[in-house]
């Protein structure tokens, strides 16, 4: 997967090996530390590489969060901001839940209207960023508590049951359509290259790429900027409804208060796999990498039995180290800390 | 049916008390009693109400009860005391969102001369729990579940399940909110003191009640501990959660034990279909019925309170879970 990055490539005409590097050292420090740590753990608890782990455990502990994080990451890279993440994949979870226990839908349709749902959120907050001009940070913010207090409402307070009627709603997450592959991982992958291929191969990857670099000249250059910032956030809020569909897929219930947080967890993969804060640079790799370093640490320091305090305090130790150690990188290839 | 009854009792209470002409004193006349309380809509709150209306019907009371729609809206509450206190009734029972907040609301009943019982949670008056009474200018006392106490009975069930050994698991779901504290606490502690047998692992906190995170904490320790035998979670997320993680391991019903806490659709479902043991309940019911008794004496007889009373709580599970008794205190 060759990821483009925008800025950065005037050395084309010089060495291309250190142009590859340039290009590509973010992800494979990111890479490099998850092996580092996935190491330590093996070395400390065997059992922590067994598949059961990293399938049940580790794998499994990624969908969630890391399918928020690619929608994230499109975000993110236009400049962008999406708090709203969290609470929206409780709102969707829930509006989901009502209707497929309401309507009698089978899975496939409840999975569209999850991501549906989700789909409309995340325009929402596209118009608000383009149509109102809010910033993003603040758009979200508000759609974020909206969201929150909208899936409290529209669940009475209560967590939405999938009964059994629903048949199959649990293999949606949990089934094996590769035996001992959680579906879940599976449908986490697919998006994961299919986010690679619209980030990468289309018009949308390439505006979402221009946008974050330099609005204004997109704009001059005759590109309707705010069509485009719409589509971006909504395609962040498809990722967010499958999200939730793997969420209550998971659960086998919709719990209304679960998703504030989680906005932070998907933010926080982006960063740490690479994608800048400032915009017009990332990849969809990356992230995946990102994710999973924050859920092989979790998963490890559980497994080592670390006391919860001293496990958030080590996650944000990692958090700041490998992204101070992507700047410190970055400095000494000679890129602008964008 | 029961409801219907309760109603028509409580309206020929009514009828008696208004059909006389002559002035009715404190001892017979029908007392009205303002309730606040955390939250309305939530079936915890429901049961509470619940309580209180059928011990008010048998003590020739009525009850108002409101709380506000989310029990993060200190203000709104704030207000529904005030409003409740310039009604004037004849007593107040109230449970305390804002617990320092509510407190300068709680003098201004004392001094507008209306007795206050607290419900659930205590408000934070001058000197605690052991200074509530007549003579406190706050609140008579207050009637809750001993949460370690509850957690403590969990711990002897759990102990009894497994035969007094075995390797167990405690996930919490909060480290700073007092009851997840106590509930957690309560089985530690009793663990420690009298079942040598059992060996806890370091406990796990899903903050919130987080069900996710619980199933990622329970999946990991099930890898980690092949010799795991139980689970204690404190709060109904925490339950759900650590039921699901059985569930993906694709583990045999009972070859984990899982201890679960109040009650909510998922958690009754599992405990019928044996994928959970079972779970402690608190008793709302007992809680809404405690508090109107304390005020209704208090007012009619001058009969002082204990300034805290425990409402209990009880363990159920399959094989009590329809009893009468048990379904009172559950909630979907």
Same mark, same amino acid.
């Given at each position: 997967m060759s990821e483009v990055t925008s800025? /950065?490539? +005037?050395?084309?005409? &010089?060495?291309k090996v250190a142009a590859f590097i340039r290009r590509e050292i973010g992800r494979v420090t990111a890479l490099a530390s998850l092996v580092v740590i996935f190491t330590f753990f093996t070395v400390m608890r065997? %059992?922590?590489?067994?598949w059961a782990n990293v399938s049940g455990g580790i794998l499994m502990s990624t969908t969630v969060i890391g399918l928020m994080a690619i929608g994230v990451t499109f975000v993110i890279i236009t400049g962008g901001i999406d708090l709203s993440v969290g609470t929206s994949m409780a709102l969707v979870a829930v509006i989901t839940g009502k209707t497929v226990m309401n309507m009698h839908l089978n899975v496939w349709s409840g999975i569209l209207v999850g991501v549906l749902v989700g789909t409309i959120l995340g325009s929402i907050n596209g118009l608000l960023i383009? %149509? !109102? +001009? !809010?910033p993003p940070f603040i758009a979200t913010l508000a759609t974020m508590k909206g969201a929150q207090g909208l899936a409290l409402i529209t669940s009475d307070l209560k967590p939405v049951l999938f009964t059994?009627? %629903?048949?199959g709603w649990d293999s949606i997450?949990?089934?094996n359509i590769i035996p001992n592959f959680p579906n879940a991982v599976l449908i986490l992958l697919i998006s994961a290259i299919i986010a690679s291929i619209i980030l990468n191969k289309t018009v949308l990857g390439r505006y979402t790429f221009a946008i974050g670099s330099n609005t204004e000249a997109t704009k001059l250059s005759g590109v309707k900027v705010n069509r485009w910032l719409v589509a971006v956030y909504a395609l962040c809020g498809f990722f967010v409804g499958l999200a939730a569909v793997v969420m209550t897929s998971r659960l086998g219930s919709a719990q209304?208060? !679960?998703?504030? &947080?989680y906005e932070l967890e998907a933010i926080a993969a982006v960063i740490i796999g /690479?994608?800048?804060? !400032?915009? /017009?640079k990332g990849t969809i790799s990356g992230t995946i990498i990102g994710a999973l370093i924050m859920s092989v640490l979790i998963n490890g320091l559980r497994i080592l039995e670390l006391q919860q305090e001293w496990q958030y305090v080590v996650v944000g130790a990692v958090i700041l180290l490998a992204v101070y150690g992507d700047n410190v990188r970055r400095r000494r290839a000679g890129e602008t800390t964008h | 049916m029961k409801k219907g009854l309760i109603t028509v009792a409580a309206l020929s209470a009514l009828a008696l008390v208004t059909g006389t002409a002559a002035p009715v004193s404190a001892a017979d006349k029908t007392l009205k009693i303002e309730l606040i309380s955390?939250?309305?809509?939530?079936q915890f709150w429901q049961a509470v109400k619940k309580g209180a209306e059928e011990q008010a019907a048998k003590m020739n009371a009525t009850i108002h009860f409101q709380g506000p729609?989310?029990?993060?809206m200190i203000d709104k509450q704030l207000e529904m005391l005030d409003a409740a206190i310039a009604l004037k009734p004849d007593a107040i029972g109230y449970a305390a969102l804002g617990t320092t907040e509510s407190v300068s609301h709680l003098k201004a009943a004392h001094a507008a001369g209306i007795p206050v019982y607290m419900f659930d949670t205590a408000a934070?008056? =001058?000197?605690?729990?052991?200074?509530?009474?007549?003579?406190? =200018?706050?609140?008579?006392g207050v009637a809750y579940t001993n949460s370690l106490a509850a957690g403590s009975l969990a711990a002897d069930t759990m102990a009894k399940l497994l035969g007094g050994k075995g390797k167990v698991l405690v996930v919490g779901h909060?480290?700073?909110?007092q009851t997840g504290i106590d509930r957690a606490n309560g089985f530690i502690n009793r663990m420690k003191a009298k079942y040598k047998g059992i060996k806890l692992l370091t406990p796990q906190y899903a903050e919130g009640g987080d069900a996710l995170k619980a199933q990622d904490i329970v999946a990991a320790a099930l890898v980690a501990n092949k010799d795991l035998k139980g689970v204690y979670g404190t709060n109904e997320g925490v339950s759900i959660g650590a039921g699901q993680a059985f569930k993906a391991a694709k583990l045999?019903?009972?070859a984990v034990k899982l201890i679960g806490f109040d009650s909510g659709k998922q958690q009754m479902a599992n405990i019928k279909s044996g994928l959970q043991t079972g779970a402690i309940t608190q008793n709302p019911v007992g809680i809404g019925a405690k508090t109107v008794e304390a005020l209704v004496n208090y007012v009619r007889n001058k009969t002082v309170p204990k300034n805290?009373? =425990?409402t209990g709580f009880y363990y159920y599970d399959k094989s009590n879970i329809t009893d009468p008794k048990i379904v009172a205190d559950l909630y979907e």
């Open positions: 800025a /950065g490539t +005037k050395a084309e005409d &010089g060495n065997p %059992v922590f590489a067994s383009t %149509v !109102l +001009k !809010l059994t009627d %629903v048949k997450a949990q089934g209304p208060d !679960l998703g504030l &947080g /690479g994608t800048s804060l !400032l915009g /017009g | 955390k939250g309305e809509t939530h729609a989310a029990e993060t934070s008056c =001058d000197g605690g729990v052991p200074a509530l009474g007549p003579n406190s =200018d706050c609140a008579l909060s480290q700073t909110n045999k019903n009972g805290l009373i =425990d």
